[in-house]
């Protein structure tokens, strides 16, 4: 009989797998290599990505967008720059609602500025506080949320005929 085939055989074999993992995981141990550094790291490029996808779309196609039913270029880097004011705000604790307000607003340059502090205050937020899991937890939802929206505006800058910044590892 193959002993690939042998249930008791797949079983023994699958707790060898798992139970060592379990353990590696119960005990903490792999935060020594899901570095917080390397986390950070990854913010710190998103900001850069963001910013240069904010610079290359020029000031009179802001108010782009492909169809009505969507947000502009403009709305989509105000959602940016407010949800990330809002979850450093959720993170340290504050009374937060949500309100953005006129997301059609702003200026280019005011945007972008806002976009850059608003990593930037991010950033000194979390190195300024004790690490945890629900931190990391928190810190990888707004680099997902705002990889989607960068993503949207990458498209936009498509179909403007615009190429959009090289994408920076």
Not at 87 to 93: K, P
Not at 125 to 154: C, W
Request: glycine share 2%; no cysteine.
């Amino acid at each position: 009989m193959n002993m690939f085939k042998n249930p008791r055989t797949k079983y023994i074999n699958s707790l060898v797998l798992i139970v060592p993992m379990l353990i590696y995981y119960s005990a903490g141990l792999y935060h020594q290599d899901l570095n917080f550094d390397v986390i950070q790291e990854n913010f710190k490029k998103s900001k850069s990505n963001t910013l240069s996808i904010l610079e290359a779309m020029p000031e009179d196609k802001y108010a782009y967008a492909p169809v009505d039913s969507v947000r502009s270029f403009s709305a989509q880097a105000y959602h940016i720059a407010y949800t990330l004011e809002f979850m450093r705000n959720q993170f340290s604790g504050k009374d937060n609602k949500w309100n953005p307000g006129d997301e059609n607003s702003m200026s280019k340059a005011e945007l972008i500025e806002w976009t850059k502090n608003g990593f930037d205050e991010m950033e000194n937020f979390l190195n300024e506080t004790k690490y945890n899991d629900r931190l990391l937890t928190n810190l990888i939802s707004v680099l997902d949320h705002n990889a989607h929206h960068k993503g949207q505006m990458i498209i936009y800058l498509r179909l403007n005929n615009i190429a959009p910044p090289e994408y920076q590892f």
